[in-house]
């Protein structure tokens, strides 16, 4: 069966750094696109970051563009989310996503997310 555990998540103040890591079990996720989201409340979901299959080409939304780095293993069969000089907005549940797509939508392995906190 798949799995797709977030970890590192907490609560932290603002300026401090956190690393996500999403580890996967179930089959190989080498040929994977994968990406982080993350969903405040009331609010809609959003991307955060991507790193496409294949070439490992990056995208990052306007908010955290200079702040946080995608990463993967594939060795490892993980992504990571190096999060730097976090800001109160950034609160929100982060969830990784893996798509077999080189360009998604849509997503077809989801974890259950990991909330981070950052206080002003």
């Known amino acids: 069966q798949v799995q797709l555990v977030e970890s590192g998540g907490g609560l932290v103040q603002a300026g401090a750094s956190l690393r996500l890591s999403c580890a996967a079990s179930?089959?190989?996720?080498?040929?994977?696109?994968m990406a982080w989201f993350r969903q405040a409340p009331g609010k809609e979901r959003e991307l955060v970051a991507r790193i496409r299959r294949g070439d490992d080409t990056t995208y990052y939304a306007d908010s955290v563009k200079d702040r946080f780095t995608i990463s993967r293993d594939n060795a490892k069969n993980t992504v990571y989310l190096q999060m730097n000089s976090l800001k109160p907005e950034d609160t929100a549940v982060y969830y990784c996503?893996?798509?077999?797509?080189?360009?998604?939508?849509?997503?077809?392995?989801w974890g259950q997310g990991t909330q981070v906190t950052v206080s002003s």
């Open positions: 179930g089959r190989t996720f080498s040929s994977y696109t």
């Open positions: 996503a893996f798509s077999s797509l080189a360009y998604p939508p849509p997503y077809g392995y």
